[in-house]
């Protein structure tokens, strides 16, 4: 059963900008802590963004200035907008809700993820 849905991913040249969507209306952990992890060929996962269910936000220092997540709980959906990609953002993008507290524990929500290709 799928719990969070992202949508948005594609290809893009650097410079560029993508919107990533994740619903989360199957997801029982949606009002906690979400975000956004990636996964790039040969590397390991990375939390990108997250945003506490006080609407506190974090982002990894390679996308600080960039990257911009956000929430929209009337509708219960994640976003993360992304500018000025660059080659090295290419990865596959997933949407996560956590457990309980922060997306430093337990994750209770996955997505399927949505590939990001950024070209040169």
């Known amino acids: 059963q799928v719990q969070l849905v992202e949508s948005g991913g594609g290809s893009v040249e650097a410079g560029g900008s993508l919107r990533l969507s994740c619903a989360a209306s199957?997801?029982?952990?949606?009002?906690?802590?979400m975000g956004w992890f990636r996964r790039a060929p040969g590397k390991e996962r990375e939390r990108v963004a997250s945003i506490s269910n006080s609407g506190s936000t974090s982002y990894a220092d390679s996308v600080k200035g960039r990257f911009t997540i956000s929430k929209d709980n009337a509708k219960n959906m994640l976003y993360l907008q992304m500018d000025s990609l660059k080659p090295e953002d290419t990865a596959m993008y997933y949407c996560?809700?956590?457990?309980?507290?922060?997306?430093?524990?337990?994750?209770?929500?996955w997505g399927q993820g949505t590939q990001v290709t950024v070209s040169s």
């Open positions: 199957g997801c029982s952990y949606s009002r906690n802590a």
């Open positions: 996560a809700a956590a457990a309980a507290g922060s997306l430093l524990g337990p994750i209770g929500c």
